[in-house]
């Protein structure tokens, strides 16, 4: 006599349990069956929650692994907005041991999160969308009476049952970026002037020469006087006059 039974857990079947008594006075009836299907269910609870732990286990090494040693600072916040998980990076923006942060809010750890928190985490569970937030401005420990600027990015992060259980948080300090953006902007702005001054020079180089040839066209002194007024007023100006003092 034999049964097969399914080992069902959250609604997946994960294997079957198979049981067969070689004893001819033993058949399995509904009451084994029953008793089976208990096993199974148990079994199945416990094989699935081991199979779960391994996952998670392997996935905190993962993110371990890639949340530690990141350049760019990383945290988690749980629902009460309080640090969950802080690299070092982080740690070294704010100031604060990775440690210390685990348990506070922004305004424990940050001295004015006013322009954090009015863009960022909240934002995340209200909206459970990914919000970016630019030109966040933070005093570096290592710097002090120095902000610098900060571009993070805030996004959820959700479970299985598509509830949003933290909210991630990137930050990146792109102080060197602004800087690098400003000099180009300078850069460019000179080279602008230069292009102009060049221009203006070839300009009034031409200008120059064209008046030589013209001087030099004639001999006659109210000819030229007609000549040089009419190129002037042609190149600069809608009328030109000339004065001459009597000799």
Known sequence: SYMIVPLIARNRTLGALTLISRQQERRYGEVDLAFAEHLAR???????NARLYDEAERSLALLDTLFGPAPVGLAFFDQELRYAR???????????GAEEHIGKTLSDV????????AGGVPGVFDNRV???HNGVHVEHHAHPGEE????????PV???????IRVGAGVQDITERRRAEIELARSLERERESRAAAEHAERSSRFLAEASALLDASLDYETTLQNVARFIAAQMADWCGIDMVEQ
């Open 86 to 96: 802080v690299n070092e990076a982080l740690a070294e923006i704010n100031g604060v």
């Open 148 to 155: 610098h600027p900060h571009a993070a990015s805030y996004y």
């Open 42 to 48: 148990r079994f199945a609870l416990a094989i699935d």
């Open 130 to 132: 990914t919000l970016p």
């Open 110 to 117: 940050v001295e004015d999160p006013e322009g954090i928190e």
């Open 158 to 164: 959700g479970n299985t049952a598509r509830e949003i």
